[in-house]
Each structure stands twice: as structure tokens, then as C-alpha cells.
């Protein structure tokens, strides 16, 4: 049942051979691609929002980054121009995954505002271009015996000298799951130097409440340059956090049969 306060209304389109893809935000509506098109749901509030507080980090982030625009314009002509060049050699991609070149202002906001992410100063000029070593094959321990734990495992891999990782995960979800979107909330970073295995429990547990058993949890890592802000590929995965199984063994004593029962 829709609450009272939150009412849905919904409309599709059909596409033509000129648009072929339309999807994101406008407001209060937002656009996506469905088995019949392209479905169009506005959502609209009567009455009161939930309230919601945000984090003493969260504050200081917001703060530090309405100053980046700041530092734009205080920099130095050639600080600027240097930028602009790195925009004219540097790809990205937006949401429907076409490349495009960025400008140097929104270049500079990106990588410092990375920068501000893992806890460095803004840099005034541009660097040189770096590729950024990522993370590809990690796995999820989580466990509540003999005490709760969730840890990223990344079995004969340290990261990188000047590289952080930000852990981004979702709280326990369906195990039916197959993607999130808006669920994922930054817990942790994994500091440079990391061997093996990083615990996150204790910074999971301060967003989200430690998982039910059947419960799917969703993450996905983003690496950082500390010196550069320039970002690698994002990796992802998921872990269904499930009961261990009893395991039964027998033993054979003097024609007397001992069962013993352990859990691994």
C-alpha cells in the first residue's frame, strides 16, 4: 500500500529511430527503459518528507566541495589552462555509456573532489594523465559466529602506494537481488599499503544494521590516486549471507558408534 504522502504517477512513450535511449532525472520525474518502452513516473509529496540526518562526514564533504568552485576562480590563468588541456585528452562516459571529453572545470571539480573523498588537499594544476590499478578479483566474508563480521578478502593483493579504495555497499536486500542503484552508501576506505583483508564491520554497522541470514549485500570499490584524484575502474560484487552447515562425522570404537557434530 503507497502511503498517503507519496503518490505515484506513471506514463510511457515509445521511441523513435532518432532517440533510441532515454533515461535519469528531471526533477521530480524519472525516465527509464522498460519491456514496453520508456516508462515515465513522477513522483509527487503531500505533506511532510521523512526527515533525514545527514553524518558529520557527510557535512564536511558538502562544505568542502561548495568550495571547489571557489578555488576555480583564485587560481592562476595557467593553472586553468592546464586543465583545460588535460579535458581535451581525457575520455569519459556518461549515462548511456558514450565517451565524451569533459571540460577542465568540471575535470578539476571531479579529481578534487576525489581528493577531498580520501582525505587530501586540492590540487591548483592539472597532473599527468595515470592509469589507476584496480581491484578486479576480491571476495566477502560475512559471519556472525563467534562474533559478526563482514571483511573484503583480497588474497595476495596489496593495494597500491598512493592508492585508496572507497567501499561503497547496500544494506542486507532480497537474495533475488541482481543490481542496486540507489542503495549503495559509502562505509569505508581501504588506506594504501592494505594486505590480504580489511575489516569493515564496525564502519558497515554505524549505516546499516548487520544483515539478516538470507540477506544479499552488494558492493563495490572505487580506487583513488591520492596524489592526482584520478579514478580506476570501479569493481563490483555481491555475497548472500548464509548460515553455515552443520557437518556430521562418524567414528568407529570398539563397536560402539560415536557421532560428532561440529560447525564449520
Known amino acids: 500500500m503507497i502511503p498517503k504522502e507519496l503518490y505515484y504517477f506513471m506514463a510511457k512513450a515509445n521511441l523513435n529511430p532518432l532517440i533510441t535511449e532515454f533515461k535519469g532525472h528531471i526533477e521530480n520525474v524519472t525516465f527509464s ?3 514496453g518502452g520508456i516508462s515515465a513516473k513522477q513522483k509527487s ?11 558529520k562526514t557527510q557535512l564536511y564533504l558538502r562544505d568542502q566541495f561548495a568550495l571547489l568552485p571557489v578555488l576555480w576562480c583564485n587560481i592562476s590563468e595557467s593553472n586553468r589552462q592546464s586543465w583545460i588541456k588535460l579535458a581535451k585528452k581525457t575520455k569519459v562516459k556518461n549515462a548511456f555509456g558514450n565517451s565524451y571529453n569533459p571540460s577542465g572545470y568540471i575535470l578539476f571539480i571531479s579529481n578534487n573532489s576525489n581528493l577531498q573523498m580520501v582525505g587530501q588537499p586540492p590540487i591548483n594544476s592539472a597532473p599527468e594523465k595515470l592509469a ?3 581491484i578486479t ?3 566477502i566474508l560475512i559471519s556472525n559466529s563467534p562474533t559478526q563480521q563482514i571483511s573484503i578478502l583480497f588474497p595476495s593483493v596489496t593495494t597500491g602506494a598512493n592508492i585508496s579504495h572507497l567501499v561503497y555497499s547496500s544494506p542486507g536486500l532480497s537474495a533475488g537481488r541482481n543490481y542496486v542503484l540507489s ?3 559509502m562505509v569505508s576506505i581501504i588506506p594504501p599499503g592494505t594486505s590480504n583483508t580489511f575489516d569493515i564491520t564496525k564502519d558497515y554497522t554505524n549505516i546499516f544494521s548487520f544483515p539478516d541470514i538470507g540477506k544479499k549485500l552488494f558492493f ?10 584520478f579514478q580506476g575502474s570501479i569493481t563490483k560484487n555481491s555475497h548472500i549471507f548464509t548460515q553455515p ?13 560415536d557421532i560428532n557434530t561440529t560447525l564449520k
Open 45 to 55: 509529496f503531500q505533506g511532510s518528507r521523512n526527515s533525514y540526518t545527514a553524518s
Open 220 to 229: 563495490k570499490l572505487v580506487p583513488i590516486h591520492n596524489l592526482t584524484g
Open 132 to 134: 589507476i590499478p584496480s
Open 137 to 139: 578479483n576480491y571476495s
Open 33 to 35: 527503459k522498460t519491456i
Open 245 to 257: 552447515v552443520p557437518s556430521v562425522y562418524w567414528t568407529l570404537n570398539q563397536s560402539e558408534l
Open 183 to 185: 542503495e549503495y552508501r
